[in-house]
């Protein structure tokens, strides 16, 4: 990282991806935390495997990413699953805005409403009229 600081477990292009979100140094990593790291780096686009997630609670924990015992990673990949869950689609991903919702009530005794006209896909209509 800077200033000749290297993250324990942390490579070249990992490093330049956390540079990229703010983190820059162990103290600006133990200040956020590897979950909320892991999910700044997914929040700017990169595409970081859960090996990124271990790597940054190792650099935290002072030990090689391996040694974290295997209860703490499903920890951390179940609450790295919410967290991620929680971010926008890439815009190329989003759905399209939603129309205008109608709700129709049709209570027999109170007089149904008729049925609105789309003019697409009727299902009480044959497709072979």
């Known amino acids: 990282m800077s200033s000749g600081s290297k993250l324990r477990n942390i490579g070249p292009k990992s490093a330049a991806w956390l540079r990229q ?7 600006d990593l133990e200040a956020v935390g590897a979950l909320a790291a892991f999910v700044r780096v997914k929040r700017a686009g ?6 990124l ?6 650099a935290i924990l002072g030990c090689h990413w391996q040694e974290i015992p295997e ?7 179940l609450a790295a699953g919410d967290e991620v869950a929680k971010l926008p689609l890439p815009k190329n991903k989003r759905m399209p805005a939603a129309g205008p919702v109608t709700t129709v ?3 027999e005794d109170e007089g149904a409403m008729p049925e609105p006209e789309f003019g697409f ?3 009480g209509q044959s497709s072979q009229d």
């Open 53 to 58: 997630l271990y790597a940054l609670e190792g």
């Open 105 to 107: 009530h049709s209570d």
């Open 121 to 123: 896909d009727d299902p």
């Open 46 to 51: 990169f595409k970081p495997s859960l090996n």
């Open 71 to 77: 209860a703490r990673r499903s920890e951390l990949v």
């Open 21 to 27: 979100t703010g983190i820059r140094s162990q103290e």
